[in-house]
């Protein structure tokens, strides 16, 4: 068998392999792809930081807040932040220091927003004639640039001569004001001087 008598016996089942071919390859392009892992979905953190301490100033350079924390971990997918036993002050000329603490705390992903888990504390230095001021709730919402926290779980307050239980609180720091929103029950305690 000659050379040319082969390439005409194969000349029929080339246009077969031809649309072989074509329909392998428009398969290939129908078939939906396999899913490939969107690493946006999955809540993994992106930033870890051990014992952080952060301060922010004011306009005038003086530390305005000050957090520190055991544990900082940042999220890629929302942009959160979570913390863990994260504690602030804020330091306001010619006014007594605040300090919160909490076992837990989620840092919105503006940072406008921290809200505070599990043993809440806050405590207002000591400032003449005012005795140190010390609350406590399960949960607490601060707005850090308004100077302004809240929250709608039942709170304890208890300073030199008084005790407070309520449910709900809103303080600004600024105004130096704590507005209870309900159910205060109160015990005042004179003491002799």
Do not use: C
Request: net charge negative.
């Amino acid at each position: 068998m000659t050379l040319a008598s082969r390439l005409s016996s194969w000349l029929p089942v080339l246009p077969l392999l031809g649309i072989l071919a074509m329909s392998y390859s428009l398969d290939r392009q129908t078939q939906p792809e396999a899913d490939k892992p969107d690493n946006r979905k999955l809540h993994t953190p992106d930033a870890i930081v051990d014992n952080l301490t952060a301060t922010t100033l004011d306009q005038s350079g003086m530390p305005h807040f000050i957090l520190q924390t055991k544990q900082l971990v940042h999220y890629t997918d929302d942009d959160s932040t979570t913390l863990s036993a994260p504690d602030i002050t804020a330091l306001t000329p010619l006014q007594p220091s605040v300090r919160i603490t909490a076992l837990r705390g989620n840092v919105s992903s503006k940072g406008d927003l921290l809200e505070l888990q599990d043993e809440v504390k806050i405590v207002r230095a000591a400032s003449p004639p005012l005795s140190e001021l010390v609350i406590t709730t399960a949960y607490l919402k601060v707005f850090p640039d308004k100077e302004l926290s809240q929250t709608d779980q039942a709170v304890l307050l208890k300073d030199a001569n008084n005790t407070v239980n309520a449910v709900g609180v809103d303080m600004e720091n600024r105004a130096q004001t704590i507005k209870l929103l309900s159910q205060v029950k109160a015990l005042h305690v004179v003491t002799k001087n």
